[in-house]
């Protein structure tokens, strides 16, 4: 079944698919800035936002992927501004390390650990539901639905390290809900030996999924809960569940995050975009090429949302 079509985008769209060129497919977000928020004016933008190689660049160790403080202080505008949320497939505790924003939501291990300030009627079952308190002691609901794999995880995650451990260059990230095995730094020749082995040990794991990303096997609890189902939680725990003036804004690069822009897709308003600078097969509508642009389109919308109020001070 095909996705449906976003109205607002459909005009500009219907002109450009027929041109086999990824950025007439996928506009950028920052040249069509001013079409994309003129459908925007007196509804509400809520900002979703992937963390690896959207916030901060893709780089050789997942320890350091810092963000900059430019892109800091421009998600701390933005949230003044708009709800927003990180959603990203790190642990909620690592992202928060990464990005130390107070002022924004944080979902990890790729939406199975969720920090809101509300419980949502929608997924009301209560043993994904808990009261908590965050690190700086304000309460919140926390919704993690892969909670009872946590020892099933941790015994995956003992198999990966040591039935690995002759393979040069793996490295395995423990994310809580979720497990990375990073596979940049291994050789060539070794990667088969890496694959068969994630795949064996995986075989003995059957309610558990692999999936690729960049230079990585991701591995997650084969269960109906990803980004996308996050991206809808979140509106409704922010109170925009049945909300049909909410425009969800969703900016990520990564095949996870083809989650967060079908759930766009299938809500049929909102800003699915795409960090990308080559073609890919994607289901977001905008592009953006990197870190760097993600910044200035986060800035324009700061900007666009001050205007805005301050023409509505001049009447
Ligand atoms: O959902 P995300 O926030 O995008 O997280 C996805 C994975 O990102 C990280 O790995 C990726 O970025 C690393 C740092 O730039 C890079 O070294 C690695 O090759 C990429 O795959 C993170 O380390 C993973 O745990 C996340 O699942």
Redesign the pocket.
């Known amino acids: 079944m095909g996705l449906p079509q976003l109205s607002a985008i459909e005009n500009g769209n219907s002109v450009m698919v027929s041109c086999d060129s990824w950025l007439l497919k996928h506009p950028s977000a920052l040249n069509t800035f001013e079409q994309m928020m003129s459908i925007a004016k007196g509804r509400k933008i809520v900002v979703f936002l ?5 916030l ?1 660049n ?5 320890e350091k ?1 810092f963000m900059t403080n430019k892109m800091r202080m421009t998600v701390r505008e933005v949230a003044r501004y708009f709800p927003t949320a990180i959603i ?3 642990s909620r505790d690592k992202v928060y390390d990464f990005v130390e924003l107070d002022n924004v939501y944080y979902a990890g291990s ?1 939406g199975l650990d969720i920090a809101a300030p509300l419980e949502s009627p929608n997924y009301a079952d209560p043993k994904h539901q808990t009261r908590g308190v965050d690190r700086n002691g304000n309460e919140v609901v926390l919704f993690q639905p892969a909670k009872k794999y946590s020892p099933t995880i941790q015994k995956i995650f003992s198999a990966l390290l040591e039935r690995t451990r002759n393979i040069q260059g793996v490295m395995i ?1 423990h ?1 809580k809900f979720c497990i ?1 095995v ?1 596979f ?1 730094h291994v050789h060539d020749e070794d990667f088969c030996t890496l694959e068969k082995l994630v795949n064996s040990i995986m075989g003995e794991y059957r309610e558990f999924c692999v999936s690729e ?4 096997f ?1 591995i997650r609890p084969d269960m109906k809960w990803d980004k996308g189902y996050a991206l809808n939680y979140l509106l409704d725990t922010l109170g925009f569940g049945n909300s049909n003036d909410v425009l969800p804004l969703y900016i990520g ?2 095949r ?1 995050d083809e989650d967060a822009f079908k759930a766009i897709r299938n809500r049929g308003e909102g800003y699915p975009i795409v960090v990308s600078s080559t073609s890919k097969d994607t289901a977001a509508l905008y592009s953006l090429r990197n870190p760097s642009e993600v910044q200035k389109f986060l800035l324009s919308l700061v900007r666009w949302r001050k205007n805005s109020l301050s023409s509505k001070l001049d009447f």
């Open positions: 992937d963390y690896d190689g959207t901060s893709i780089v050789d160790n997942p992927a990203s497939g790190r790729h990230e994310n990375s990073h940049r990303g960049k230079m990585v991701e690069d990564d996870t």
